[in-house]
């Protein structure tokens, strides 16, 4: 069984450090808009904003080739962009429009994109889990080397469906990674109140699943982590567990105030171990970039979510004709 925080950081391209910076900020920026359009009241229903654990989906989306399946929880705006989704199609599936990545009927929890190999933005918590084992099976059955990086929290991980598919994923060794995003509360709950096991990641030694903790506010350690389960997986070794330390900075969802928590230690995580942050010193400090250079992506990405924003608002909603549509598929 791995020992946790073993695996070393890779040496990385200024390109490439240039390309995690940008697209954290992206998501950053995007999710900040996003916050704004659901207090203006047009996002509807529910809205779990990223704002925090950027480093999370672009380090594991760094370690994918095309092919690669994900599915993850209602907390996945961050994770349809990072794939290549057009923001344009995220934002106007989030205000329920037509121009929407799922033409407007999937909203803000239940995100899709075949294209691009994302199987969803689930609103049960946990029941993607089992469902990512089974794109993987799909895959292994295939052989076609593919690995499916199947995405869930701190809390669902107490869910008994994730220790069912723990074990039929071993069993039948599966190429599945499974991502525990540990953001250190089940919507209100602190893990330690929740968890008598302090390391998340360890339970999978009870079905002789491997896994590691991961610095999850360290976009270059959870690419190098997610390089080394993802080499597990294409050998055919079967599952591999990542439990990725990382934090919100916003509550559960738009509607929680997060009074379960101070200012105080929020603002530590912000001025100590913000991802973005954590890029753009590397930057500075290593000649890769000067400050008016990161300023002009800053102005770009904000010009990429405001047009993302303007598109949604001039996408009609869907035609009333739309119930009837995408609910069964035409049987071959």
């Not at 047009?42 to 779990?48: Q, T």
């Not at 591999?240 to 509607?255: A, C, F």
């Not at 913000?274 to 990161?294: C, F, S, W, Y």
Request: glycine share 12%.
């Amino acid at each position: 069984m791995a020992a946790r925080k073993t695996t070393k950081k890779p040496n990385v391209s200024a390109d490439e450090l240039l390309h995690y910076y940008r697209e954290m900020l992206l998501i950053r920026r995007f999710e900040e808009k996003a916050g704004q359009l659901y207090g203006m009241g047009l996002i509807g229903g529910f809205c779990h904003l990223y704002i925090g654990q950027e480093a999370v989906v672009v380090g594991l989306e760094a370690a994918t080739e095309e092919g690669d399946k994900r599915v993850t929880s209602y907390r996945e705006h961050g994770h349809m962009l990072a794939c290549g989704v057009d923001p344009k199609g995220v934002m106007a599936e989030l205000t329920g429009r037509s121009g929407g990545s799922s033409k407007g009927k999937g909203g803000s929890m239940h995100l899709f994109s075949k294209e691009r190999h994302f199987y969803g933005g689930h609103g049960i918590v946990a029941a993607q889990v089992p469902i990512g084992a089974g794109l993987a099976f799909a895959d292994k059955y295939l052989e076609n080397g593919r690995v499916t990086f199947t995405y869930f929290g701190d809390g669902a991980a107490n869910q008994g469906q994730v220790a069912e598919t723990y074990n039929m994923a071993e069993l039948w060794g599966l190429p599945v990674i499974f991502v525990i995003e540990n953001n250190q509360y089940a919507m209100g709950t602190s893990t330690k109140r929740a968890s008598k096991s302090p390391n998340l990641w360890e339970r999978g030694a009870a079905y002789g699943i491997p896994g590691e903790e991961v610095d999850g506010m360290d976009v270059l350690a959870v690419k190098a982590a997610g390089e080394k389960a993802v080499a597990h997986c294409r050998a055919g070794e079967g599952p591999y567990i990542l439990e990725i330390k990382t934090y919100r900075y916003r509550g559960h969802s738009m509607s929680d105030p997060a009074k379960y928590r101070t200012r105080e230690e929020v603002q530590k995580v912000r001025e100590e171990r913000d991802p973005i942050e954590n890029v753009r010193q590397m930057l500075l400090t290593g000649k890769h970039a000067t400050e008016d250079e990161l300023k002009g992506i800053d102005k770009e990405v904000k010009e990429i979510v405001n047009d993302a924003a303007e598109f949604a608002r001039q996408s009609p909603e869907p035609a009333i004709e739309e119930l009837w549509t995408d609910i069964y598929a035409e049987a071959v």
